[in-house]
């Protein structure tokens, strides 16, 4: 079962939208596997404390993007294999670094002295395999 243990909702940013985000780092970072089956939409939107309509809408969005698959009166499961792993991780690495590379532009950064901070600071951060 994906857990929502550590699910923290942030302002500013609808709370389906954070549900498919939650699901998608989960799924790029190996928490998240396909078969892994997700919590009932009742039970998620009373753990979450929103309306069953939002968790709806997540579901919903994340079957329209064939990452999981529901059938009525069962559970909803993740449905994913390598391609899609690594299309998700695309596509969050490059939303993340959209936003970085465009306050990066803004603060008056060069692309040289940008890649020497990130390089900088890739060294420094701790790897996630440790």
Same mark, same amino acid.
């Given at each position: 079962?994906?857990s929502?243990e550590?699910f923290?909702?942030?302002d500013?940013?609808p709370i ?16 998240v596997?396909?078969g892994?089956? #997700?919590? /009932?939409?009742r ?5 979450l ?6 968790i709806?809408?997540?579901?919903? #969005? ?7 698959? /529901?059938?009525?009166?069962a559970? /909803?499961?993740?449905v994913?294999d390598?391609? =899609? ?10 939303t993340?670094?959209r936003?970085t590379?465009?306050? #990066? ?5 060069s692309?040289?002295?940008?890649t020497?901070?990130? /390089? ?9 395999? =440790?």
């Amino acid at each position: 079962m994906i857990s929502f243990e550590h699910f923290q909702p942030q302002d500013g940013t609808p709370i389906y939208q954070q549900i498919i985000l939650h699901i998608k780092r989960g799924i790029v970072s190996g928490s998240v596997m396909a078969g892994d089956a #997700l919590p /009932s939409r009742r039970v998620l939107s009373t753990l979450l404390g929103v309306n069953p309509n939002t968790i709806q809408k997540a579901y919903h #969005l994340l079957e329209e993007e064939h990452l999981i698959a /529901s059938h009525a009166g069962a559970k /909803s499961y993740i449905v994913i294999d390598n391609e =899609t792993v690594a299309r998700i991780r695309r596509q969050l690495m490059e939303t993340e670094l959209r936003g970085t590379v465009r306050a #990066l532009k803004q603060m008056g950064l060069s692309k040289e002295e940008a890649t020497t901070i990130i /390089s900088s600071l890739w060294e420094e951060a701790p790897s996630s395999q =440790t």
